[in-house]
């Protein structure tokens, strides 16, 4: 049982959150999600495992469609991990492969903004509006993510991927909270598409390199794509059923 005085752990935040595939939560998570593992204190999660996210068996296998620079590439990885921390519930941001489901969205119409209208005027606009940047994601992920090394180099002295978790969760409350200058976007918005391209990579389909074994799915207790569910749709008990891909259908 979780220690309330620790205040919202992914185990709560997973129970009440709503999150499944196609949805997604609002407002400040930051404080529930970032920077609390549940073996304890602010540390890292999950050992070395997510100390090199990068290695290149890994980069090989899944392969990198947007990032060149395998330094941007890590400095995502532990911003995604202290978003979403490995725990005793099972793997965080770097086991789910959310670095890789990322990238290959940026690399994609998510990144180039492709099916959007992307011309002027361009004017701040509401925290109740939507996208008003002149910047495409892949940008604003670009810049933000230079910032983030800045950052971490201007406060401790080191880059971002060697500091202590609690180190990089000052860093990505700041950018939360909009105390980082950006050009062309707010940090604030920044910090918003971080996190949901963080929480969709989780919980997507693992066929866009995220939810690696459709671990995010049995955390929630999600079915995935199931054919049908006549054998069971008349059962009065509880169905645990295993997941299924999109990519299992089509065998």
Do not use: C
């Not at 490995?86 to 789910?96: C, Q, R, T, V, Y």
């Not at 389909?205 to 939810?211: A, M």
Request: aromatic share 10%.
């Amino acid at each position: 049982m979780d220690n309330p005085k620790k205040g919202t752990s992914r185990r709560d935040f997973l129970k009440t959150s709503g999150i499944a595939a196609g949805a997604l939560v609002g407002g400040g998570v930051l404080g529930g999600l970032v920077g609390y593992n549940a073996k304890g204190g602010n540390g890292k999660s999950g050992g070395e495992q997510t100390k090199d996210p990068a290695n290149k068996h890994e980069m090989q296998t899944r392969g990198l469609m947007f990032f060149q620079n395998p330094e941007e590439f890590n400095v995502l990885s532990q911003a995604t991990e202290r978003i979403f921390p490995e725990d005793d519930l099972g793997p965080g941001a770097i086991g789910l492969g959310v670095p890789y489901f990322i990238d290959n969205q940026l690399a994609g119409n998510y990144g180039s903004n492709a099916k959007e209208y992307m011309q002027g005027p361009f004017f701040n606009g509401e925290a109740t509006q939507g996208y008003q940047s002149r910047l495409t994601r892949a940008e604003i992920f670009r810049q933000g993510i230079a910032l983030m090394d800045e950052e971490a180099n201007k406060r401790f002295k080191k880059n971002f991927t060697d500091l202590e978790g609690g180190q990089m969760d000052e860093i990505l409350t700041d950018f939360q909270k909009n105390q980082i200058d950006m050009k062309g976007v707010s940090s604030e918005f920044f910090f918003k598409l971080l996190r949901q391209a963080t929480l969709e990579g989780a919980y997507a389909d693992p066929i866009y390199n995220g939810n690696a074994n459709m671990e995010g799915w049995k955390m929630k207790g999600f079915p995935g794509h199931q054919m049908a569910y006549i054998n069971v749709i008349e059962d009065e008990k509880f169905q645990v059923i295993e997941p299924k891909s999109i990519s299992s259908m089509q065998h």
